[in-house]
């Protein structure tokens, strides 16, 4: 699933096309996704201009004078920047046609995306109010996350992950940034001090910096705007990287199953 990195690489990608142009037309050829996508989109958005782009955890907000469109990629959900003559392939099932004869396409083999038209406050949508704060954002800190953790059993990485307690830390970056704070996965949240807090923060901000530079991680599904696809995956130290020692101590790397979900780690760096 696109994460952070991935969701702030394509908005990055699309902005410049998007903004200060209006839409001449919306195509939509499979209204079947994560929630319907609403029949209404075209006649609203049609004649709009993009005012901004911005995200939101793992949403992307394309702001016009009128309302927003909240998009979520899903599992397997990509965004690309094509002429608008190119023919639509298999799962291409939305078109934004812009005034720059620039076409904004919605791809989603899965359908667990979605794109929805929000007339209010976005940022009071019931998919947006609950999310914690932005990883990257200088509030967020290791003081933050002592606090939000106290009394708290959960193991440290299924913490991290909780989106109502921070946005935008997945699987890969969660791993990622608990290696280099030398924290293990399965501490319990509760029993961590804040001086560990604050090198976690530290950690995860310079991780999810990293991954936005390289342009993503290399996810099976996720390709950037321009059809490319991220390459911090070829710097990760410890994600899916089994077959070779630790970078730090030289031992073997240790798989788990998390909170459902698949952890790598160092036994003896990670305490």
């Given at each position: 699933?696109?994460?952070?990195?991935?969701v702030?690489?394509v908005?990055?990608?699309?902005?410049?096309h998007l903004?200060g142009?209006?839409?001449?037309?919306v195509?939509?050829r499979?209204?079947?996704l994560?929630w319907p996508?609403?029949?209404?989109?075209?006649?609203?958005?049609?004649?709009?201009?993009?005012?901004t782009?911005?995200?939101?955890?793992?949403?992307?907000?394309?702001n016009?004078?009128?309302?927003t469109v909240?998009?979520?990629?899903?599992?397997?959900?990509?965004?690309?920047?094509?002429?608008d003559?190119?023919?639509?392939?298999?799962?291409?099932?939305?078109?934004?046609?812009?005034?720059?004869d620039?076409?904004?396409?919605?791809n989603?083999?899965?359908r667990?995306?979605?794109?929805?038209?929000i007339?209010?406050?976005?940022?009071?949508?019931?998919?947006?109010?609950?999310l914690?704060p932005?990883?990257l954002?200088?509030?967020?800190?290791?003081s933050y996350l002592?606090?939000?953790?106290?009394?708290r059993r959960?193991p440290i990485?299924?913490f991290?992950?909780?989106?109502r307690v921070?946005v935008g830390?997945g699987?890969?970056?969660a791993?990622?940034?608990?290696?280099?704070?030398?924290?293990?996965?399965?501490?319990?949240?509760?029993?961590?001090s804040?001086?560990?807090y604050?090198?976690?923060?530290?950690?995860?901000?310079?991780?999810l910096?990293?991954?936005?530079?390289?342009?993503?991680?290399?996810?099976?599904?996720f390709?950037?705007?321009?059809g490319?696809?991220?390459?911090?995956?070829?710097?990760?130290?410890?994600?899916?990287?089994t077959?070779?020692?630790?970078p730090?101590?030289?031992?073997?790397?240790?798989?788990d199953?998390?909170?459902?979900r698949?952890?790598?780690?160092?036994a003896?760096c990670q305490?």
């Amino acid at each position: 699933m696109p994460e952070l990195p991935e969701v702030e690489t394509v908005r990055c990608g699309i902005e410049p096309h998007l903004v200060g142009h209006y839409v001449r037309t919306v195509i939509i050829r499979e209204p079947r996704l994560r929630w319907p996508v609403p029949l209404s989109l075209s006649q609203k958005l049609t004649g709009q201009s993009f005012l901004t782009v911005q995200r939101r955890g793992k949403y992307l907000l394309l702001n016009c004078p009128q309302g927003t469109v909240l998009l979520h990629l899903g599992m397997s959900g990509s965004l690309r920047l094509v002429p608008d003559n190119v023919p639509p392939g298999k799962h291409d099932h939305l078109d934004i046609v812009l005034s720059n004869d620039c076409c904004l396409r919605f791809n989603d083999p899965r359908r667990f995306g979605s794109v929805l038209w929000i007339q209010e406050n976005p940022l009071s949508h019931p998919l947006l109010k609950p999310l914690g704060p932005e990883p990257l954002d200088p509030l967020f800190d290791g003081s933050y996350l002592f606090k939000r953790s106290r009394h708290r059993r959960a193991p440290i990485k299924v913490f991290i992950m909780n989106h109502r307690v921070v946005v935008g830390i997945g699987n890969i970056y969660a791993s990622e940034a608990l290696f280099q704070a030398g924290i293990h996965p399965r501490r319990a949240a509760g029993r961590i001090s804040l001086g560990r807090y604050q090198r976690l923060v530290e950690a995860i901000k310079t991780v999810l910096y990293q991954a936005i530079q390289a342009g993503g991680t290399t996810l099976r599904d996720f390709v950037t705007s321009d059809g490319k696809p991220g390459y911090f995956s070829h710097q990760l130290q410890i994600y899916g990287r089994t077959a070779h020692p630790c970078p730090t101590c030289g031992n073997p790397i240790r798989v788990d199953r998390i909170g459902q979900r698949t952890s790598y780690y160092c036994a003896q760096c990670q305490h």
